[in-house]
């Protein structure tokens, strides 16, 4: 059965099938099918059935955009060519963010890059902890702590939970200042991705409010000693015994410093 179409489509490679030109129009085939998105452990069928069946052109079967990307909770506006548009259709794909359990919904952010490598995390996947920089202009130490996917696969991982200490070193031992207690993180962990725990930072004061006293303070991440998680495709289990390279940092804060936050 051939049909001539027209229309807003997304091109998925497939094997080969005869096509013929025309000067704005193109010749393709219907091509029935099953389509079947698997998303976060629930399958959901496409409707191609109507004005929304798939066609197979020059070597590709073409979906509806609308119909695929809805089906991926993202949203398409569409605009038809104009001098305003200078003769364009323009097409506006909406993703929303990418959203991991509900009982962390605000205290990670998640970013994403086409490749990159961390040697904080020598496994592929874990927690990345960098030395945290002073800031004496907001007068505060800010964190950086990151669950991290830098392999070129998603993956779905277990409630993995991270705390968070700020502690007087003495030859006492160590007083905690300052902890907090990261909502876990379980999920979707994307490809290349990696997601920032939104920590608030620490004001160099004590329990009581007060400026801390010239001294050694270290801040560290107590994390799982092992980390499981399973490839998103394969379902394959893997299991990673270093989760992260560091977890401590110490300083040495001096009275110059803390001179200096107190009149900034």
């Keep these: ?6 229309g807003l489509v997304l091109g998925i490679g497939l094997s080969s099938c005869t096509v013929v030109f025309a000067s704005e129009t193109i010749q393709a085939y219907l091509f029935p099918s099953k389509v079947t998105f698997h998303i976060n452990g629930k ?18 079967a073409y979906i509806p955009l609308r119909l695929f990307t809805e089906t991926l909770g993202a949203k398409v506006d569409y605009q038809s060519s104009s001098a305003a548009t200078n003769g364009n259709n323009l097409i506006d794909v909406h993703i929303p963010p990418i959203q991991v359990s509900s009982n962390n919904e605000g205290a990670w952010t998640f970013k994403q890059s086409s490749h990159y490598i961390d040697p904080m995390i020598p496994e592929g996947v874990g927690v990345s902890f960098g030395k945290p920089n002073i800031d004496f202009s907001t007068k505060s ?17 277990d409630p993995v ?14 007083t905690v200042l300052f902890d907090y207690k990261i909502p876990p993180l379980d999920g979707r962990i994307p490809a290349s991705s990696w997601f920032t725990a939104n920590v608030p930072p620490w004001d160099f004061k004590d329990g009581q409010g007060n400026f801390v006293e010239p001294g050694t303070y270290a801040l560290s991440i107590k994390v799982p000693s ?32 803390i001179d200096q936050l107190k009149t900034k």
């Excluded at 399958?43 to 197979?56: A, M, W």
């Excluded at 130490?141 to 991982?157: C, T």
């Design 1 to 6: 059965m051939k049909k001539f179409l027209t």
């Design 226 to 257: 092992t980390l499981d998680y399973k490839i998103e495709d394969s379902g394959a289990p893997v299991t990673i015994s270093s989760i992260s390279r560091f977890s401590r940092w110490e300083y040495e804060i001096t009275q110059n410093m």
């Design 141 to 157: 130490i800010q964190p950086q702590i990151q669950f991290k996917n830098s392999r070129d696969v998603a993956i779905q991982i």
């Design 43 to 60: 399958s959901t069928n496409l409707d191609v059935s109507g004005e929304n069946q798939i066609i197979n052109y020059n070597n590709k």
């Design 161 to 174: 939970s991270i705390e968070y200490q700020v502690t007087k070193v003495s030859t006492n031992g160590e």
